[in-house]
């Protein structure tokens, strides 16, 4: 979609943004008008919005034995929701400011899982929930030698007790059918793998 795509690129009045509560994440007030459909300006609105910044998540894999790697760890959000508070997910982590995201992401895949990563694939950037929050996550694909990794990872100093589950790719796949992941990084990047992890094991394993 072209960036002067008039459907997605509208006048928008905001007023000064008001912060409601500032911790280790922040929550904005926005009041703003945005043009309609219709070419006219709407009423005055109001939007709470949920400061989150730019994210990575990522799927390790390892070509030689077809294998991925994922994660367990305790999740407020799935708690609240009446689910299994350490649902399967991916490795993911918040990018630091000045930070790349593939210098995120490595450096991740290190503190969560002991895993370092090879090569790296950028499967694609999404909003995982913009009608509340301003979170951007960049979901990325890497090469990786799986052989031996498992455990219990994290940082202490941020609570984190994680444990390491490599399972084969078909395994995986199959787990998101079911139904059985429902961590929303997680689908995103095993939806994009199952496409192209044909692909992506022909050439790393050249």
Known sequence: MSEKDPD???????????????GFLSITVHTLRHRRFDGTM???????????????????????????LLIRQFLIGALVAGLAPRPLQVVAGMVDKDESDETAV?????????CTLKRLARAQAFLPS???????????????DLEGLGGIHGLPSEGEDIRVEVVFAEAAIALLDSGAIEAGPA??????FARHRERLRAEWLR
């Open 8 to 22: 997605s690129y509208i006048d928008v009045d905001r007023d000064p943004v008001a912060t409601a509560y500032h």
């Open 42 to 68: 709407s009423p005055t609105l109001k939007r709470e919005l949920l400061e989150r910044g730019t994210s990575v998540c990522l799927l390790p894999y390892d070509p030689k034995t077809d294998k991925v």
């Open 187 to 192: 689908v995103v990047i095993l939806q994009w």
């Open 106 to 114: 490595r450096r991740e895949a290190l503190e969560e899982a002991g």
């Open 130 to 144: 913009p009608g509340g929050t301003s979170e951007r996550i960049v979901a990325f694909c890497g090469e990786a």
